[in-house]
């Protein structure tokens, strides 16, 4: 292993962001290891998408410092290397899939024969061009994670990907992210399906916007005590 | 200044705002691709403006000076409510789908999207105003001294006018609901107040005064002088008052445009 491998891609000391009136999170630190595929994990509510939007870059925060490749999340360099997928899809609908992937190309400047790449990739070819508002949800949020395939990011941002697929085609998307993490990228997905954790080579588990545990699916067990994820992820929770 | 870097493809200002070309073509091709589907707005902007005229043309019938004074100008203040409205909503939707969010999230500046909508923008109103134009004036005989093609102009600066304060309310309003609200909330007494329905020296000293502040009367004055044929400075300065509301407004609307979010 290359020093390169020890490198962080995601550096955040005493995060706090408040939104209106609640604090949502209070005070985080966390680190994230450069080629990784990290499984950022919760119940609903408990922060995980504020903290996405944080290392995204689009979070307005209190206080604390987000780095993200070496840099300040959000500034403009961020935005050539930092790619992210909303949990609802933000593309627009009354487009077809490949018009949609055709403007957000030019925007990002990448080529055009990334396009139909990134439709296989997601499993889209049949619906191409298919007007997004006829197809499902979770055919909209396959096309919205296909845009954020077309920069080849760095750093993959991706908030619940998979809610609303087939197991197949889930599986396929996970063996993608692994790929892309050998290719070089860093991937962060959040969810909420403990099968999916154990896919992951990093875990963070967070609730109530504090982070409750970071380490190896392994480790999460053997602390929690347990063999599946979900049992080992409610001990270290503790009662509510 | 603008000046081309040695790409060719990004053009700076010395301000240091950079407008990419690519990214405004795009988006303003995007923004018509979307017109192109949804062909019921479509048609509802290009046909509703002259069937107004129609009416109106029909209504004033007994009373021949009335419209012969409005018939022209209201052919270039259609684009301004019509444009208005289209902006307001479709950035309205930008904000609300999550699209605005991610393309603040990729390397484009918030003048190519600006700029963008305004090219898409302009070129529809060319359309409704030549459209409006050729019914109005071959059609119905709405008389106009001045050249149609001014008029026309006059109708595109109207629309950049409608769209750049469309975009700038739309940060306002949470829901489509609100958005339109706008529309007889901020034009419509901009309208009234303009000139259209009575001359404005008889009116009230202070809402005269009001008057001169507000951007769609000077829109409104230039469209008479237009069709008037009255030019001279009077022209230049209602064209200058217009184009500069736009370039205003814009800048305050994207202001608007957040990179971070609460």
Known sequence: ?240 | MWRLDGSGKRVHRSGGATLSIRAVVATALRVLAQLRHDRRTLALVLVVPPALVALLRYVFDGVPGTFDRIGAPLVGLFPLIVMFLVTSIAMLRERTTGTLERLMSMPMAKLDLLVGYGLAFALLAAVQAAVTGVVAFWLLDVHSDGPVWAVVAFAIGNALLGMALGLLLSAFAATEFQAVQFMPAVLLPQIVLSGLLGPRPLMPHALRVVSDVLPVTYAYDGLVRVTADRTGNWLWIDALVVAGSVVVALALGSATLRRRTA
Request: proline share 5%.
């Open chain 1, 1 to 240: 292993m290359s020093s390169a491998d020890d490198e962080l891609a995601i550096d955040i000391r005493d995060l706090r962001v408040r939104r209106g009136s609640k604090l949502v999170l209070p005070g985080i630190s966390l680190q994230i290891a450069a080629r990784t595929v990290t499984g950022l994990l919760g119940p609903s509510g408990c922060g995980k998408s504020t903290l996405l939007r944080a290392i995204v870059g689009v979070q307005r925060i209190e206080s604390g410092s987000v780095q993200v490749l070496g840099a300040p999340a959000g500034t403009a360099l961020q935005r050539h290397r930092v790619a992210y997928v909303t949990q609802a899809p933000s593309v627009y609908s009354d487009l077809t899939v490949r018009e949609n992937l055709q403007y957000f190309a030019r925007i990002i400047g990448a080529p055009a024969d990334r396009i139909p790449i990134v439709v296989d990739t997601v499993g889209l070819a049949p619906n191409v061009d298919a007007r997004l508002d006829t197809l499902s949800g979770g055919e909209q949020s396959r096309a919205s994670l296909a845009v954020a395939l077309l920069s080849e990011p760095r750093l993959l941002v991706l908030d619940e990907p998979t809610v609303g697929l087939d197991p197949l085609l889930r599986r396929e998307l996970w063996d993608t992210f692994h790929r892309l993490a050998s290719d070089g990228a860093t991937l962060l997905v959040s969810s909420h399906v403990m099968d999916e954790a154990a896919r992951c080579d990093d875990l963070v588990l967070m609730r109530e916007g504090r982070i409750i545990a970071t380490g190896t699916p392994e480790a999460i067990r053997e602390c929690g005590g347990s063999t599946d994820l979900e049992s080992a992820f409610i001990a270290l929770a503790g009662p509510r």
